[in-house]
């Protein structure tokens, strides 16, 4: 069993920039893919980031350029920096890992509870 802890959210205005963390327990982290999703209200949860178990980066249109993903395997923890940020990218952020269907639908074995992004304009 894998949990995963998100932290980093926040209120920030038009153009910030946030970091956002999500650590793992467990011994297996370094063998996952990892992802962020989001889901603003009313709308369906979306693909932002993912990291392959070698480091290998995908990114939703989106967001590419604006935000990067990383990881750091020896302290289970991976990481969304994010910026430039719009309004448009106001959601709660979560973290998932071990995907069942590719990295790109929502269909991973393990998820956090969420951490809320705001961009203000």
């Known amino acids: 069993q894998v949990q995963l802890v998100e932290s980093g959210g926040g209120l920030v205005q038009d153009g910030g920039s946030l970091r956002l963390s999500c650590t793992a327990s467990?011994?297996?982290?370094?063998?996952?893919?990892m992802a962020w999703f989001r889901q603003a209200p009313g709308k369906e949860r979306e693909f932002v980031a993912a990291?392959?178990?070698?480091?290998?980066?995908y990114y939703a249109d989106s967001v590419k350029g604006r935000f990067a993903i990383s990881r750091d395997n020896a302290k289970n923890t991976v990481y969304l920096r994010m910026n430039s940020l719009k309004p448009e990218d106001t959601a709660v952020y979560y973290c998932a890992a071990d995907p069942t269907n590719g990295y790109r639908t929502a269909r991973y074995n393990y998820w956090g509870q969420g951490t809320q992004v705001t961009v203000s304009s």
């Open positions: 467990g011994r297996t982290f370094s063998r996952y893919t």
């Open positions: 990291i392959s178990a070698s480091a290998t980066p």
